[in-house]
């Protein structure tokens, strides 16, 4: 699905949502909280951590996270490709290799690795939903985990087979480790899209559940003003 939200109406974008809404009718088992991962860093001295983190639309995922409390940074990019077609109107033809993903920089003194991921399977996307999340389709929209290193993706293992042990949810979860993969920013225009949009039909449809989820399941992390890329330094 191109986002290029201009180029909708706002009927045509709310009849999309809500129809996809009641297609999914009970199946749809919304947010709900997750236990804490069994397994996660010790990461004594450290002052800042990244981890790139995808599943659908970027929009979304950068506006969760920069309404958690010890996240420093979260950038809107691409991630799986090469940097010569990290370009969102090549990356939506799905033959890129990149996903729409985040770059999530935090302070390890005020959350956990471990935390980030589970919110980020909790409220931030379906991880269940193989190349797709919500109305956007294509492995553009996968859910996936590019570690900065070893450690997280050991963490990021041990807590996707933890969740599946326990069935935490009904299907399968999909999420893939990525490793070795170079995250690259998007453009301007999709920085902040959630804050600066509120009103749009696609973020009150799709994304602001998600914050509203986040400020129900994780009220200790949860910070009102989001930290923004538009403010940054």
Not at 104 to 114: A, C, E, K, L, N
Not at 152 to 157: H, K, L, P, T
Request: glycine letters at 10%.
């Amino acid at each position: 699905m191109n986002k290029q939200i201009t180029l909708w109406s706002a009927a045509a974008l709310c009849a999309l949502a809500i129809g996809f809404t009641a297609a999914r009718g009970l199946a749809d088992e919304g947010p709900r909280p997750l236990p804490l991962p069994a397994v996660d860093e010790m990461a004594a001295g450290v002052e800042s951590e990244t981890v790139v983190l995808a599943g659908g639309c970027f929009w979304g995922m950068q506006g969760v996270f920069q309404h958690v409390k010890g996240v420093t940074s979260a950038v809107s990019g691409y991630t799986g490709g090469e940097q010569r077609t990290a370009h969102y109107d090549v990356v939506e033809t799905g033959a890129t290799g990149h996903a729409e993903s985040v770059s999530v920089t935090f302070d390890p003194r005020q959350i956990s690795y471990g935390k980030i991921l589970q919110i980020y399977f909790s409220v931030a996307h379906d991880p269940t939903e193989l190349n797709r999340q919500g109305p956007d389709v294509g492995t553009q929209y996968r859910s996936a985990i590019f570690p900065a290193n070893d450690e997280q993706a050991r963490i990021a293992q041990a807590y996707i087979q933890q969740l599946g042990q326990a069935h935490a949810y009904s299907g399968a979860i999909v999420t893939k480790l990525e490793a070795g993969k170079t995250f690259y920013s998007a453009e301007g225009y999709h920085q902040d899209f959630m804050t600066l949009n509120p009103h749009n039909p696609y973020i009150v449809y799709n994304e602001l559940p998600k914050i509203a989820a986040l400020k129900r399941l994780f009220p200790d992390f949860y910070r009102t003003d989001p930290t923004r890329v538009s403010t940054a330094g």
